[in-house]
């Protein structure tokens, strides 16, 4: 065979080579694509192609600052309610004075109890002397239900007496479920506060609101004798899906009796 046979056998050869070559880097290349569509990564990194990371929640911090905020907003209006019920009570006491002066006989007046701490029965759904203390925390709403502060009290005249309780509450305390049944009460219910000198208030349920948790105007006096109950629920009209939002207030109202 002479040279220039085997020049052109070779380069033959050569573009031969070529050719597979250049159409098995095309294969390799159209099989990665194809693997990469289907979500199969050759490269050895973790998770699928275009996989969406969940958006964080909310941590701890942020929902310990709304709390507060809540809890702020409830103090301020508190404050302003005592001013009202501290104007209100002036009003009485002058009363009195001026019953006393005409020698009318008074009204009686119940002795104002050093403690404030209170206990409330109500027997239409089983609750019977749940201690009812001074304030709305967790520390404070574990041991049973809380008194907000600044709202009236029952030995004053006029007063809406404000106490807000969990429905699930903490598993082996008092607060445990304690107003799960508060949606059962209706209207004519009985509920009997008594303060720590045993002086005992009696009243009858008269109204139930539902509230956002921005409407504070429901803690304020209504110039009545009465006690409000609040608690939360899910939305507006559902009562008995335990949680997890408790979008919405649940207040029950009763007017004093006795």
């Not at 749940?130 to 709202?151: C, D, F, K, M, R």
Request: aromatic share 8%.
């Amino acid at each position: 065979m002479g040279d220039g046979q085997r020049f052109l056998k070779n380069r033959g050869r050569v573009r031969l080579y070529g050719f597979i070559a250049i159409a098995f880097l095309a294969f390799l290349g159209a099989l990665i694509l194809g693997m990469s569509v289907l979500g199969i990564n050759l490269l050895g990194t973790d998770g699928l192609v275009g996989r969406v990371v969940a958006p964080a929640t909310p941590d701890s911090a942020e929902q310990a600052q709304r709390a507060a905020q809540e809890e702020a907003a409830y103090v301020a209006r508190a404050k302003q309610a005592a001013a009202e019920q501290a104007a209100k009570n002036a009003v009485a006491a002058e009363r009195h004075a001026s019953d006393r002066r005409a020698g009318d006989k008074p009204v009686p007046i119940p002795v104002v109890p050093a403690d404030t701490t209170m206990y409330l029965t109500i027997p239409a759904i089983g609750l019977t002397d749940i201690p009812v203390l001074e304030g709305t925390s967790e520390g404070i709403l574990s041991q049973g239900v809380g008194h907000v502060a600044g709202t009236g009290f029952p030995w004053v005249e006029g007063s809406n007496t404000y106490i807000a309780g969990h429905r699930l509450g903490y598993p082996g305390t008092i607060s445990d479920h304690v107003f799960w049944q508060l949606p059962s009460l209706g209207a004519g219910d009985e509920i009997i506060l008594e303060d720590s000198l045993g002086q005992s208030y009696k009243y009858q349920v008269s109204e139930i609101l539902e509230v956002s948790p921005t409407d504070l105007s429901v803690t304020g006096s209504t110039g009545r004798d009465m006690v409000s109950l609040q608690t939360c629920i899910e939305t507006y009209g559902d009562y008995w899906t335990p949680g997890p939002n408790w979008l919405t207030r649940y207040i029950v109202r009763a007017d004093r009796v006795g």
